[in-house]
């Protein structure tokens, strides 16, 4: 998994693993933020936390070498983001194309990019949510997964909007990896269609190691 700040995802995830409830085991968190709250989690939780290289950008990985190295040499199948705050460009996402999850805080196509929740909030919407979908390489987009909505009441205030989608993507996430990981898919167009397909596909060298 990767994750840059409080890790309440990460929380949700491994506590679903940790239940036998995620359909896979978690390897590793892979963090760019030394003092985030998600490395303690991951600990907490026996679960390897990584901090690789970042380089000097904010938004970017310097070199995503050491991080793809990281997950190789892990034999880590599929990468999980949460709340993971840079954008990622060819070196990991190719390799992990069709096999790398977001989860994003509002109803996509609705709301990309920083501060979902805020945007939706300041815009009046009635009803935003979070979104699951496959990594694609722009911002916020790719096949969606799942999404749940969450319904902005009379008298919600910006902090009481964050809490409920909160706990929408920590029900949502733990259940559409199950799925994901677990079930029958295909991707047509931009649609990702459960019951049919293969499911998930792993590159042969790696399906090998199991
Ligand atoms: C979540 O709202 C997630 O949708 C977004 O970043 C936030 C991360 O929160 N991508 P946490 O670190 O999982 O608590």
């Known amino acids: 998994m990767f994750a840059s700040g409080q890790g309440s995802n990460f929380e949700a995830l491994a506590a679903a693993a940790s239940r036998d409830e995620l359909g ?24 390897e936390a990584l901090t690789p290289p970042t380089g000097a950008f904010k938004s970017r990985l310097g070199d995503e070498a050491p991080w793809l190295s990281a997950l190789r040499e892990r034999q880590v199948d599929v990468v999980l983001l949460a709340g993971f705050m840079r954008r990622l460009h060819a070196t990991l996402l190719a390799p992990f194309a069709g096999r790398m999850l977001n989860i994003h ?79 029958r898919w295909r991707v047509d167009g931009r649609r990702l269609v459960f019951g049919e397909g293969e499911g998930l596909i792993l590159p042969e060298t790696e399906a090998a190691h199991g």
């Open 105 to 183: 805080p509002s109803l996509l196509p609705a709301f990309p990019g920083l501060d979902a929740i805020g945007q939706a909030w300041r815009h009046g919407a009635r009803v935003t949510g979070c979104t699951v979908h496959l990594v694609e390489d722009a911002l916020d987009n790719g096949p969606i997964v799942a999404q749940a909505a969450v319904e902005l009441r009379d008298g919600d205030t910006l902090g009481s909007l964050e809490t409920r989608i909160h706990e929408a993507e920590h029900a949502l996430y733990p259940v559409s990896v199950r799925r994901f990981l677990t079930e």
């Open 24 to 47: 896979g085991r978690i390897v590793a968190l892979l963090c760019d933020q030394p003092g985030a709250p998600v490395l303690e989690r991951a600990r907490r939780h026996g679960i």
